[in-house]
């Protein structure tokens, strides 16, 4: 397949890079997941511009990204709100597919929620694949583009790909769209060490707010609050293990860590994981938010997990049902 250059980067911002749904199976070598830490939204942008889901996208952390179109194309902005743009005068709507032509560019003016947005194209990224993803793991210096953040210079390539030029605008539904606070609740399910920590302890984890530290990146967040204490005896650490994105590490001083895609092993225990559900929040944490815990039972979570599914499922029917009959528009549809 031709591959296109279809955006120059002006200014990668504070930090770009290339990010598909992560690369996974390898962790017993000791390779990370990677990917979007936020990937509701990058599965929401590809579904918007025609792409398959799990096709690679920029995830922008908070600000800066400027970037030039190339050739035409198909572009949607998920995730965080910056305050997209095009050409300096025109507002770029979130969540929805936009035809650019070629010479327009696209800028974020400011923060206004969340911390990491996702830019899909048409398309999708043409990089190579490495061990079966285009993401970049940024840690250990491979995938995306030659493993590293974009910078000034770079070309953004895409598959060739015909833009819609009929005017088929794809949205997605506004009750649907996540809101971004600064102030999140997080359902959480106990384990899998949380009998090394006592029902005080527990019960101070549940009922306390945590401050988002600057220290919060792709591999963890790390929390500041009410210190969480160990049961009497236990050591500082346990023997470490392979780790789950959403698990909540506590270690020496008591202060939670959120471990994040670019983690394979740890060796501090876990009083808790966020649910499935909430997964993709955690990609828009930042310093300066707070953070409670809720406890959830199993069942609660497998149903959250489906709600965000069978949204998921309603959107791409009615797209499809949308494109087969296109005198509908997708609020007709009944999502």
Same mark, same amino acid.
């Given at each position: *397949? ?8 002006? +200014?990668?911002?504070?930090? /770009? ?23 509701? +939204? ?89 061990? $079966? ?6 840690? /250990? %210096?491979?995938? %995306?583009? $030659? ?9 953004? &390539? ?21 809101? &971004? ?5 997080? =359902? ?11 029902? !005080? /302890? ?17 591999? %963890? ?5 009410? #210190? ?14 392979? #780790?789950?994105?959403?698990?909540? =590490?506590?270690? %020496? ?30 990609? =828009? ?6 953070? !409670? ?6 069942? $609660?979570? &497998?149903?959250?997990? =489906?709600? #965000? $599914?069978?949204? *998921? ?13 296109? /005198? ?8």
């Amino acid at each position: *397949m031709e591959k296109i250059k279809t955006l120059e980067i002006l +200014s990668p911002g504070l930090l /770009s890079t290339v990010q598909d749904i992560g690369r996974f199976g390898f962790g017993r070598y000791g390779v990370a997941s990677s990917g979007a830490v936020d990937k509701f +939204s990058l599965r929401v942008g590809n579904i918007l511009v025609g792409n398959r889901e799990n096709e690679a996208c920029l995830e922008v952390t908070l600000f800066g990204l400027k970037v030039r179109v190339i050739t035409d194309t198909v572009i949607a902005i998920t995730g965080a709100d910056f305050d997209p743009y095009i050409n300096d005068d025109k507002p770029l709507k979130m969540w929805t597919a936009h035809l650019l032509k070629k010479g327009d560019i696209i800028s974020f003016r400011g923060l206004k929620s969340g911390c990491r947005s996702c830019l899909a194209i048409k398309g999708g990224i043409s990089v190579p694949a490495v061990m $079966e993803s285009k993401s970049t793991n940024l840690p /250990s %210096g491979f995938g %995306g583009l $030659e493993g590293r953040p974009l910078k000034k210079g770079d070309i953004i &390539y895409s598959d060739c790909t015909s833009p819609n030029k009929t005017g088929d605008v794809r949205s997605f539904p506004i009750d649907w769209i996540p809101h &971004y606070s600064k102030e999140w609740t997080l =359902q959480i399910i106990f384990g899998p060490q949380d009998e090394q920590f006592s029902e !005080k /302890s527990k019960d101070v984890f549940v009922k306390s707010i945590y401050n988002v530290s600057p220290k919060a990146d792709r591999t %963890g967040i790390r929390l500041t609050g009410p #210190v969480i204490e160990k049961i009497p005896g236990a050591g500082e650490s346990i023997i470490s293990e392979g #780790v789950i994105s959403g698990a909540i =590490q506590i270690p %020496g001083d008591g202060q939670p860590i959120i471990i994040l895609g670019e983690t394979v092993t740890g060796g501090y225990r876990k009083i808790a994981t966020v649910i499935s559900a909430d997964l993709a929040l955690l990609g =828009q944490l930042k310093p300066g938010d707070t953070v !409670k815990f809720k406890q959830v039972s199993l069942d $609660e979570a &497998y149903m959250a997990l =489906q709600d #965000v $599914e069978d949204k *998921m499922k309603r959107f791409k029917d009615g797209l499809f049902y949308d494109v087969a009959n296109s /005198s509908l528009s997708l609020s007709d549809t009944n999502i």
